[in-house]
């Protein structure tokens, strides 16, 4: 589909262009932010429980150890990206291989593959994240693998429904009858017809990677040597009555940038279905 009539279909959904603003301004902040506001998030900049507006320089005021908190909103802006978008690049690998494999050859090859994908369904996604991580040491490597391992089979389902589909179409069968491998047939001529249901799954991916990544630094199993916003939300946590500020503000940028993917996800599941051509 042309990047042009891609867009003209996207922007009617206003809601998914206000998504894709707000996404855009979380993702230069992660990207710009640390370069033009330069505070360390880690040093004790001023004195504690200093609330939002009370002293200049410190518009999001300081937390129980005088720590600045936009610092330490601009810079868990970057880790939350960093981890989402990892975790389900990741995830989407695995996913993939394991979906075009089983929808491709069939048979015992699908029989074994979607075995193995209903064991990972049946565990609890969060409980098994936090299993991984307890048991190696927590750190962002730790904690992306351990999202994508509970996290690719949606994926690995969503690719080999479509594989089953397209496994049938007159252009499979030709490059078969001409001889092609495999290899190149799931890779150079299936898969890229199956690109557009799984940005739509990856964009939503991605909002719940950040989301389990929050849990986990809320419940202290995030990596201690960077600053997040699920960290933040948990430093905070014991002064929610007399400083709840340190709560919510981490907390209002997970919520939007959650929001903000799901919004995206809904416009690109709208902007490539070619259904709606029909409209």
Request: some cysteine; hydrophobic content about 50%; proline content about 5%.
């Amino acid at each position: 589909m042309p990047r042009r009539r891609l867009w003209q279909r996207y922007r009617k959904n206003r809601a998914a262009v206000l998504g894709l603003g707000v996404f855009g301004a979380v993702a230069a902040t992660a990207i710009v932010g640390p370069l033009l506001y330069r505070s360390d998030p880690w040093a004790l900049a001023t004195r504690p429980f200093l609330w939002p507006g009370d002293r200049q320089g410190f518009p999001l005021g300081s937390d129980s150890m005088g720590r600045d908190v936009l610092a330490g909103v601009i810079h868990g802006a970057w880790v939350s990206l960093l981890i989402g978008l990892t975790a389900t690049a990741t995830a989407v690998g695995i996913g993939t291989t394991i979906g075009a494999f089983a929808g491709y050859f069939r048979g015992w090859v699908d029989d074994a593959l979607m075995r193995l994908t209903e064991v990972f369904q049946t565990i609890p996604n969060f409980i098994f994240v936090i299993v991984l991580v307890t048991i190696f040491r927590p750190s962002i490597r730790t904690i992306v693998l351990a999202i994508a391992i509970v996290s690719w089979p949606p994926i690995a389902r969503l690719v080999r429904a479509e594989f089953l589909t397209l496994r049938r179409r007159e252009f499979v069968q030709a490059c078969i009858a001409l001889g092609m491998s495999e290899l190149r047939i799931i890779w150079r001529q299936i898969l890229p017809n199956c690109l557009a249901p799984m940005i739509v799954l990856g964009s939503i991916m991605v909002a719940t990677a950040i989301l389990v990544e929050a849990g986990l630094a809320f419940l202290g199993l995030g990596d201690p040597n960077v600053m997040s916003w699920g960290k933040m939300i948990g430093d905070g946590r014991g002064s929610l009555r007399t400083a709840w500020y340190l709560s919510a503000i981490p907390g209002v940028a997970i919520l939007l940038t959650v929001l903000s993917l799901n919004l995206v996800g809904e416009g690109l599941n709208d902007a490539l279905n070619p259904r709606l051509d029909q409209r």
